[in-house]
């Protein structure tokens, strides 16, 4: 599954600065990358969050390359921007719950610097500056399936946060005729994101919690619904982002999803039923600033950027479990 392309361009005299490349989907857009034979990809990651294992087979390549460092730091941000062709910016402080806790920490990582960023891709004359905003700018909509053009207000600091990348996006396209990209993700899952930490996502902590024989925790009645996503499918709309050539591609945002929904109780049981387990969830209070259904329309993806989500819910479940059972089991 890993093995498949996601493009037909020839990468071997380009380079690529992944942001928050040490981190759960920054790391495996560095993993294709590399196995495709990239010219050069730079890795510029504070370490916050991502783990230096993920990129732990890259370090020793000699087209690859980690900087340790940070996106609120303007001249990192220049310094990192040098000689590169494409920016694929994913560095943020995910999560929900984070931003409630702490959103001037948000603030500055997800909008500080994300501005940091796309002025200095601008500033280097990088050719494509394509960036991960979210589903949580749909906000408090309530219309399903999600399409681009009708997001409701952001319900959280975080949301917030990636509603004003997705503005600052397009007025750099207006002033500055940036070619710019933004990939609203859906829940994605997959190898390499971790389970620990008090805001970890929903499968990690299932997976870690059965594998262990614990008894994950169900925020809410466990009927609250989301567009999980294998990261391979966002990895191939991050690498079709890069490098399409499609007229009226770019100064677009696109959900990034598979197009069905699915229950926080039916994952619970799918995982379950995947590990072997009998162990029931423990049920508790509903999170503050989620909202209750998420599914994507993707057919501005499919239509612009040729994305088809290839990898569905249970094959990329199967996957990630191994990988679990690998590392944390
Ligand atoms: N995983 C999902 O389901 C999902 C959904 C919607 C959007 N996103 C977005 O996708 C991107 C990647 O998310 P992820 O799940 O891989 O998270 P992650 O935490 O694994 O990766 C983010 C990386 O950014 C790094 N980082 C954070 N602040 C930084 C800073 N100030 N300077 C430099 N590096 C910094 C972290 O160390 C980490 O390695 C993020 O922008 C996130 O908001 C993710």
Redesign the pocket.
């Known amino acids: 599954m890993q093995a498949t392309r996601h493009h037909k361009n020839d990468i071997s005299d380009l380079a690529f600065l992944v942001?928050?490349g040490?981190?759960?989907?920054?790391s495996n857009i560095v993993g294709y990358l590399i196995r495709n034979g990239v010219g050069k990809v730079r890795v510029?990651?504070?370490?916050?969050?991502?783990r230096i294992q993920n990129i732990q087979p890259f370090l020793r390549l000699p087209n690859f390359e980690f900087v340790e460092?940070?996106?609120?730091d303007t001249e990192t941000c220049m310094k990192a921007c040098r000689g590169v062709h494409y920016v694929s910016h994913?560095?943020?402080?995910?999560s929900v719950p984070r931003s409630i806790d702490t959103p001037l920490k948000t603030n500055a990582?997800n909008v500080t610097?994300f501005l940091n960023m796309l002025t200095a891709a601008k500033d280097s004359g990088v050719k494509r500056f394509v960036y991960?905003s979210?589903?949580s700018v749909y906000g408090d909509s309530i219309r399903l399936p999600k399409v681009e053009e009708h997001i409701g207000s952001p319900l959280s600091p975080y949301a917030a946060s990636k509603f004003v990348n997705e503005v600052y996006a397009g007025v750099y396209a207006l002033n500055y005729g940036m070619e710019v990209i933004g990939l609203r993700?859906f829940?994605?899952f997959g190898p390499n994101?971790k389970p620990d930490g008090p805001y970890a996502?929903v499968i990690p902590l299932f997976m870690d919690a059965l594998l262990k024989g614990r008894s994950p925790y169900i925020n809410g009645d466990g009927e609250q619904s989301r567009d999980f996503t294998y990261v391979d499918n966002a990895i191939q709309a991050n690498i079709r982002a890069l490098l399409t050539d499609v007229r009226g591609a770019t100064g677009q945002v696109y959900n990034i999803a598979c197009g069905e929904r699915f229950t926080v109780n039916e994952l619970f049981h799918t995982i379950r039923e995947l590990v072997g387990s009998d162990v029931q969830p423990t049920y508790r209070e509903e999170r503050k600033g989620d909202v209750r259904d998420s599914l994507a329309d993707i057919s501005k993806a499919r239509a612009y950027l040729g994305y088809e989500p290839n990898v569905k819910l249970k094959e990329g479940m199967a996957v990630t479990l191994q990988w679990f059972k690998e590392n944390y089991g």
């Open positions: 942001t928050g040490a981190g759960f989907i920054g510029l990651d504070n370490l916050s969050e991502g460092g940070d996106i609120t994913q560095a943020a402080l995910g990582a610097g991960a979210s589903s993700y829940n994605i994101q996502a």
